[in-house]
């Protein structure tokens, strides 16, 4: 892979929205998640770009994506330096997102695209950060997990508040939506870079003092889900751990102290212009 060099011609203007998909191995689905995804912004006029986040698929994903970049310049595709995991996908692509909001949805769309404009309406009401969340109205859950599921993430859920003081009744929904400038501060602060992600960027957002909205979205739950609840729930224990050993050392203090010496940025509003090479090292194709 070659950095630097676009596959499409950037578009003119910052777009209003941008998109971002994490996606790993997701040549079964990704062309009918373009499809909807594609679909619903040419029936709503959303001026948007849709950023896909290859995190080194061995399938046919890449090709899958470029096919859809051939036919509609608002489809781009931006790849990882091998698998590093959904968090280090969504920092990826956000970062590198155009659109005065910004947000990631997972490629299964368990939360349709179209509940987007209730994260878009929360920002338009003053929300820095809006977040998805199955469980604030539970009868907008179209597809209910399985019973061990719900099990555990709600005792998932209860830790994270507990450990990290996040007072939301849904942390890990994969359909979260930033102001631009936002974004662009929290996510050069991220370090964690699989599935703990969420905790992390809430967390340094609440340290920001950004205003965050809790916003139930309709959900449905996709069978083909590829998280293990033991194996990855024991990870994001330790991430949580991590996340919190870094707060208690001042190191996310000392991180957001060290931007500021090399920004204008006023917290919560923040200028996002830089110059030099893309932080994450990775450029868009």
Known sequence: MTTGQADVAPPTGRPRLSIVIPAYNEAARIEGTLER?????????WDAEVIVVDDGSSDQTVDVVRYWMENHACVKLVQNPGNRGKGFSVRN???????EIVMFTDADLSAPIEEAVRLMDALEAGADVAIGSRWLDKQKQIVHQPLYRRFFGRCFNYVTRRVMGLPYKDTQCGFKAFKHDAA?????????????????ILF????LRYKIVEVPVTWGHDERSRISYLKDGMKMLEEMAQIRTNSLRGKYDEA??????TSTMTTPQVDHRES???????QAR
Do not use: M, N
């Not at 996510?187 to 905790?199: S, V």
């Open 37 to 45: 995804v594609v679909g619903c912004i040419a029936k709503r006029s």
């Open 93 to 99: 692509g956000l970062l590198q997102a155009g659109g």
């Open 184 to 200: 662009q501060v929290i996510f050069r602060l991220q370090t964690i870079e699989r599935w703990g992600f969420d905790p992390e």
């Open 204 to 207: 340094i957002a609440r340290k």
């Open 256 to 261: 957001i102290a060290a931007y500021k010496d």
């Open 276 to 282: 030099g090479p893309h932080p994450s090292g990775v």
